[in-house]
């Protein structure tokens, strides 16, 4: 399975961007996947944004929470993270992941997932 991650882009501080993260090369079981939105700015570490755990609701990063959402389409196996109110600290390369062995206790954690898109970048200008 690959995982294409699309949608980035510049935009001034207060719009809004929605990223899509496609599987494509198979298919990933509802029930058990786990998708996480994460980013990485330059010289910071890879910060996590995100998940959603198997079958359940989208849970969010405190730096996050009420400025961006997660939802999904099961028929396409596709997650978006839309973002809105960016701020200039949102500047980031963007990445998805998915996995379908997490357990709870693990869904935080970048080196859980297995499958990762390649990054797109947002740029957000002040």
């Known amino acids: 399975v690959q995982l294409q991650a699309s949608g980035g882009g510049f935009v001034q501080a207060g719009g809004s961007l929605r990223l899509s993260c496609a599987a494509s090369g198979g298919t990933f079981s509802r029930h058990a996947v786990t998708w996480g939105w994460f980013r990485q700015a330059p010289g910071k570490e890879r910060e996590i944004l995100g998940v959603?755990?198997?079958?359940?609701?989208?849970r969010y990063a405190d730096s996050v929470k009420g400025r961006f959402t997660i939802s999904r389409d099961n028929t396409a196996n596709t997650v978006y993270l839309q973002m809105n109110s960016l701020k200039p600290e949102d500047t980031a390369v963007y990445y998805c992941a998915a996995d379908e062995h997490l357990i709870l206790s693990s869904i935080w954690s970048d080196g859980q997932y297995d499958y990762w898109g390649q990054g797109t970048q947002v740029t957000v200008s002040s």
């Open positions: 959603i755990f198997r079958g359940g609701g989208p």
